[in-house]
């Protein structure tokens, strides 16, 4: 069973920074495109980074410059690290894995505030 934890969240003033962290039981992040999406209430879930199997990399254009996603294939984790961080950040953050045979797994959420 594919389970996906994230961790990191938080409350920070704008211009600081975070860490999530999403940890991945079940399948192995290094073959499998890891994404993180991001909701706020109200609105469809927003993909904000990707990172493929073979290490290619994207990002929202919102975020370009700001955000780096990264994967540990030891410790089987993603991460965002997210600088000069917005108020418009600030959302519910998922964690997902999308198998190749099309299956999508997410994680619970953590949650991200960027006060102004």
């Known amino acids: 069973q594919v389970q996906l934890v994230e961790s990191g969240g938080g409350l920070v003033q704008a211009g600081g920074s975070l860490r999530l962290s999403c940890a991945v039981s079940?399948?192995?992040?290094?073959?499998?495109?890891m994404r993180w999406y991001r909701q706020t209430p109200g609105k469809q879930r927003e993909l904000v980074a990707f990172i493929g199997s073979v290490g290619i990399r994207n990002y929202e254009d919102s975020v370009k410059g700001r955000f780096t996603i990264s994967r540990d294939n030891a410790k089987n984790a993603i991460y965002l690290q997210m600088n000069n961080l917005k108020p418009e950040d600030t959302a519910l953050y998922y964690c997902n894995l999308y198998k190749a045979d099309g299956l999508n797994y997410w994680g619970q959420g953590t949650q991200v505030t960027v006060s102004s």
């Open positions: 079940g399948s192995s992040v290094s073959i499998n495109t």
